[in-house]
């Protein structure tokens, strides 16, 4: 059984990731994981191109974790529930800036690779926490190697069904932060464990 000593320490994805979209679109991204105790801290990290030469923006939330019961549909997986507290976003992109300024208005303006507070109201990205304020998860390790979990293209499909023309319905209350979506597949990029 998962227990919080083993996944203490810092992950990292050891290449750029290529994650397909809900509307068929790809992203690269980068991904960046700390667990100490029973705080969690991750960092996705977003580019416009396979390369990662052209940063898009960042995300990085930020919480309290709860390891639960072993997966009854994917072997050696475990449920853990990822109580948000806090979301930032970097945009590193001028369009990214110029949209984020019309479509996700908070306390100020967004300013090109300055971190925003989006906890409290959200924005176009990732829900605010009071949308979703716990992110049902699984987790797998082996070896040096975690995988998180994703969602089966039938899940996708029902959360596309349901989310009432959300921007990114699998991160909304339909999504991950619903109870009744844990996601039923593992992810198919691993992070890997850095030295301490």
């Not at 001028?94 to 306390?107: A, G, K, R």
């Not at 975690?146 to 089966?152: E, N, P």
Request: hydrophobic letters at 30%.
């Amino acid at each position: 059984m998962l227990k919080r000593e083993d996944l203490r320490g810092k992950w990292q994805s050891p290449v750029i990731e290529n994650i397909e979209n809900p509307d068929g679109s790809f992203m690269y991204i980068k991904r960046e994981a700390i667990f100490m105790d029973d705080n969690w801290d991750i960092f996705i990290h977003a580019y416009l191109d396979e390369d990662g030469e052209k940063p898009f923006f960042t995300i990085h939330a930020k919480g309290n974790y709860i390891i639960g019961k072993k997966s009854e549909t994917l072997p050696g997986a475990v449920a853990v529930d990822f109580h948000n507290r806090a979301r930032y976003v970097t945009a590193h992109q001028h369009s990214l800036v110029n949209m984020l300024n019309e479509t996700s208005p908070f306390d100020g303006e967004w300013m090109l690779d300055l971190e925003h507070d989006v906890s409290s109201k959200g924005c176009i990205l990732v829900p605010s926490i009071e949308t979703c304020p716990v992110e049902y998860d699984v987790i797998k390790i082996q070896g040096n190697e975690i995988y998180f979990g994703d969602f089966t293209s039938e899940q996708k499909e029902e959360i596309k069904k349901v989310s009432k023309g959300d921007q990114n319905p699998s991160e909304g209350p339909d999504g991950i932060c619903s109870t009744e979506n844990r996601p039923r597949q593992l992810i198919n990029y691993p992070m890997i464990k850095q030295d301490d």
